[in-house]
């Protein structure tokens, strides 16, 4: 595809359950982002990918929350034991190179995650 | 504290009116980038514009013009002759150019809040 694609675009869970949250970024693009926004709120960022590796995870808000990306493509955001206060709008972005090299993310159009 | 202040929460405005948002930044880098992001009702991000520190030529596009002031840390956006379908979040972000502990370099953007538009016909 031409975007970011994410998946599920909606995804209701029972608090307690472990959910997977999946970025198909923009073909060649060597970064990923993932970032939360909470209701009414700006975007916190999570975790940032460089290829397959993660040189910066110091957004991820607890070791419930995990990710992975494979093949330099895919990328999933896994939160074990979800709580209520993980309710937000997941978004994934890409960019060919790091935004620090003077280039710009393109966002996905998120996964709305419900804990209840 | 936070690297990208947007003052302005929310905005109403009438339509044909220009309108100014605000975005000053904090940051120690000399080299660092500024962004501005459109998010519509439907969610998706959209990207408006790059602007890097060495460059501060004031940029049109239409009816968008952006300000960047260095000496004021800051980086507003003017829609001229607003319309209804400007109503959206607009979000101002900054990137810095550094790098990790083992020099990979790092891509992080900071953004600030968002501020609401609303363009009421």
């Known amino acids: 595809g031409a975007g970011v694609s994410q998946s599920p675009s909606n995804k209701v869970t029972e608090k307690g359950k472990d959910v997977e949250l999946r970025c198909d970024p923009i073909?060649?693009?060597?970064?990923l982002y993932w970032y939360r926004q909470r209701l009414g709120q700006g975007l916190e960022f999570l975790i940032y990918f460089q290829g397959n590796s993660a040189p910066d995870k110091s957004g991820l808000p607890s070791d419930r929350f995990s990710a992975e990306r494979t093949g330099e493509s895919v990328s999933t955001l896994t939160i074990q034991r979800t709580q209520q206060e993980d309710s937000a709008v997941y978004l994934c972005?890409?960019?060919?190179?790091?935004?620090?090299?003077?280039?710009?993310?393109?966002f996905g159009q998120g996964t709305r995650l419900t804990v209840v | 504290a936070q690297k990208v202040t947007q003052a302005q929460t929310e905005i109403s405005v009438v339509e044909k009116e220009d309108v100014t948002l605000d975005c000053v930044y904090e940051t120690r880098d000399t080299t660092y980038y500024l962004f501005w992001y459109k998010q519509p009702p439907s969610g998706e991000l959209v990207f408006l514009i790059r602007?890097?520190?060495?460059?501060?030529q004031n940029e049109i596009s239409g009816r968008y013009s952006w300000n960047f002031q260095k000496s004021t840390s800051s980086f507003n956006f003017t829609i001229t002759a607003s319309q209804v379908v400007d109503s959206a979040v607009y979000f101002c972000a900054l990137s810095e150019f550094s790098f990790s502990n083992r020099g990979s370099t790092l891509g992080r953007l900071y953004f600030g809040r968002g501020t609401q538009l609303t363009v009421w016909p």
């Open positions: 602007r890097n520190s060495f460059d501060e």
């Open positions: 972005a890409s960019s060919l190179r790091p935004t620090a090299m003077n280039t710009e993310a393109f």
């Open positions: 073909s060649g693009h060597t970064a």
